[in-house]
């Protein structure tokens, strides 16, 4: 807001927007090229509904803005520190259960392998945590209230939690003392590990950034089979073929879940899907989905025999991984930047719950339906 | 606690916020009430709010946009008076079909040859909202139901973790670059504690801020609708004031001349909370499943009796042993 957007060919070089609520394609004022591919969307969808001639039960909703500026604020978060956040908290949550499934079944270089790489991420999602605020002694201040309303306070007791059990788990794994402290370190780590993994989709679901909060039923089963995808890649990375027949599986499932959890996602979001599917969002994640389903692929044919084709293959799985959690972020940062996705979804909603009152005012036992199903659709 | 009080708790009507934060005997919840009708756009809240509340300065650039070079709230803007430039035509319904001549957005000559142009002002500002999302999700208390019934945030306890940031509905709520923490409209909660009004509501010349308890806002706007649309101005609508609405009423509404996205302002707010339970309960699911997709991927998996040959002798005594 410093340094002003004004040179001597107008706004960005363009001329601004001298409406707050043009008609054209565009929302206009300064974010017009931002804001352009979903006003044109929208557009899009008002002349194909004029050409088939009927007026729909509720009229489209026609989008108009305060000169394209975004109605909520984006968060202020930088994407290496709470992307790289969600995918180091789920590689760490779900290796903690590798782990104790390894240690259970008597697959010693797994188990230490992931109690190791869950050390390692813990401590990286920390750090990123710490980055984010600033200062180290501001993640103690986090632990000052525990409030459930608050994910990011439940986040950050649970972290609290879980980093001290994954820690022990990985030390005394690694100098081989005190075993039992270890098997019971170990469990209380993989008890609490898909809690780490599944709860930072609700960290993003509950805020008003649209691609996330009308997510809010389908990102915490993205979200732990994400986690499962690193954490099974890390496995076949770090372990021996022979070790690896349960990576393996466990990639497959994750992938499988993976493609289910975006399709939902996608079907159910409506106009915000495209969030996902455009700019860096969408190259992150189509690459995300490549790189998963890849690298279960490859695991599942070379992975049993093959050291190296194991190795590949959890690497692609860590980078699939990587990519959907920087994807959903850049998903979330580009619905909040354009006022398209909170405005038109929103009188949509508005105009629906309008329409639903007017049946039940006619009466019926439709009408009843109707609003049920209208409080359904609110609730979404 | 059944699930209803927490439904109850997180959205929903409210009467008495300030009670439910834990006061008794606490004065009347207060808001603002900004009739827009009546602005004339000359940026007096912006400027005594600034003064008042001591907030630095954010930028004196110009946007090119309108005459509103303040773009917006935020952390160093608490009031935000917005300008809005329109020509009839685009607010008009569609001419019939025929009409291929005129181009979107251009004016078009009224039938004595005016062409008809309108601004809207409109001052905005953080509506401290029944059930406020910023409040529910800040990890640290920072952010307080006042006795008032308002919300304010705490800059000493305030964490810069800017959790609240993209949880108001509104976009109110925004970290100060220069040190991390959120800060916004705190309805001068020092002023009130003195009785004294808002130094918004003290500096606008027209009344079109307005402070006072919310109950009686609230009669006052319903009477100005009433007016302005006997008067023929039918586009007159109060925003904010419903508390059957997404964040059960504001504490500071508006009365508006359009839609509240030409002003800036989302048309349907819902506090983030309100999904808050379903939100666990799917984050529970997912847990589980990922415990169990796991398990699955062990259980049926041969290799670990192939394996050393010694995991069958004892698979849980040497796993855990070691």
Not at chain 1, 118 to 132: C, E, K, N, W
Not at chain 2, 114 to 124: G, Q
């Amino acid at each position: 807001m410093t340094d002003s957007d004004v040179t001597k060919d107008g706004v960005r070089g363009e001329r601004a927007g001298r409406e707050a609520t043009p008609a054209g394609p565009g929302p206009g004022g300064t974010s017009a090229e931002r804001s352009g591919p979903a006003a044109g969307k929208t557009d899009r969808k008002r002349r194909r509904g004029k050409r088939r001639g009927e007026e729909p039960m509720v009229p489209r909703a026609e989008f108009g803005s305060y000169y394209g500026r975004p109605v909520i604020k984006a968060p202020g978060w930088k994407a290496t520190d709470i992307a790289g956040y969600f995918f180091a908290g789920g590689l760490a949550g779900a290796g903690s259960v590798l782990a104790a499934g390894a240690q259970l079944s008597g697959r010693p270089t797994t188990a230490k392998a992931m109690k190791l790489s869950s050390l390692a991420a813990v401590t990286a999602s920390t750090a990123a945590l710490i980055h984010d605020l600033g200062r180290p002694e501001r993640f103690a201040n986090m632990l000052r209230v525990f409030k459930p309303t608050s994910p990011m306070s439940v986040g950050s007791w649970l972290l609290a939690a879980y980093g001290p059990a994954a820690g022990a788990a990985a030390v005394l794994e690694t100098t081989g003392r005190l075993p039992r402290i270890n098997t019971a370190a170990t469990g209380t780590a993989a008890l609490l590990g898909p809690v780490v993994a599944a709860y930072t989709a609700v960290l993003a679901a509950d805020t008003a950034v649209p691609a996330w909060h009308e997510a809010h039923r389908e990102l915490p089963y993205l979200f732990v089979s994400s986690a499962t995808a690193a954490a099974s890649g890390m496995a076949l990375v770090t372990a021996p073929v022979r070790e690896n027949a349960p990576a393996r599986r466990a990639a497959l499932l994750a992938a499988a879940g993976e493609a289910a959890a975006v399709r939902l996602k996608r079907r159910r979001l409506g106009m915000i899907a495209e969030t996902y599917e455009r700019g860096k969002a969408g190259k992150l994640m189509r690459a995300a989905e490549l790189l998963t389903a890849g690298g279960a692929l490859g695991a599942a044919v070379l992975g049993r025999r093959y050291r190296s084709g194991a190795a590949v293959s959890g690497l692609a799985l860590l980078a699939g991984s990587a990519c959907t959690r920087f994807g959903v972020f850049h998903a979330g940062i580009a619905s909040a930047e354009d006022p398209a996705y909170t405005v038109v979804p929103q009188r949509e909603r508005r105009e629906r719950r309008a329409a639903e009152a007017a049946a039940r005012v006619a009466g019926g036992a439709d009408g009843d339906s109707g609003a049920r199903d209208g409080q359904d659709g609110q609730h979404g | 606690m059944t699930e209803i009080d927490l439904r109850d708790l997180l959205s929903g009507p409210e009467a008495d916020p300030a009670g439910r934060a834990g006061y008794t005997g606490h004065p009347e919840r207060v808001g603002f009430f900004t009739d827009t009708s009546v602005c004339i756009g000359c940026k007096a809240c912006e400027v005594a709010c600034k003064e008042w509340n001591a907030i630095p300065e954010d930028g004196l650039s110009l946007t090119g946009m309108s005459y509103d070079n303040t773009q917006g709230l935020g952390g160093s803007t608490w009031r935000h008076v917005a300008f809005i430039e329109q020509s009839a035509v685009t607010r008009a319904p569609a001419p019939p079909e025929p009409a291929g001549a005129v181009t979107p957005g251009a004016e078009v000559p009224h039938p004595d040859g005016r062409t008809e142009l309108r601004w809207l002002m409109s001052s905005d500002v953080c509506k401290h909202c029944t059930h406020a999302a910023c409040l529910d999700v800040c990890p640290t208390g920072s952010l307080f139901r006042t006795e008032f019934g308002t919300v304010v945030v705490q800059e000493d306890i305030c964490n810069g973790c800017g959790y609240c940031v993209p949880a108001c509905p509104y976009g109110v709520i925004e970290q100060r670059p220069s040190d991390g923490r959120a800060f916004k409209c705190t309805m001068c909660y020092d002023r009130l504690g003195e009785g004294m009004e808002p130094a918004c509501a003290k500096a606008c010349p027209t009344d079109s801020i307005q402070f006072g308890p919310l109950d009686e806002l609230r009669e006052r706007a319903a009477g100005r609708v009433e007016q302005l649309r006997e008067a023929g101005v039918t586009d007159a609508r109060l925003y904010g004031e419903d508390p059957e609405d997404g964040v059960g009423g504001d504490g500071a509404f508006f009365l508006l001349l359009d839609e509240p996205e030409v002003y800036g302002l989302p048309p349907d707010p819902v506090v983030t909370t309100r999904d808050l339970p379903r939100m666990w309960t799917h984050a529970g699911v997912a847990a589980l499943s990922l415990l169990g997709g796991i398990a699955t991927a062990f259980l049926s998996s041969p290799a670990a009796r192939r394996g050393a040959g010694t995991a069958r002798t004892g698979v849980f005594g040497r796993g855990l042993g070691r």
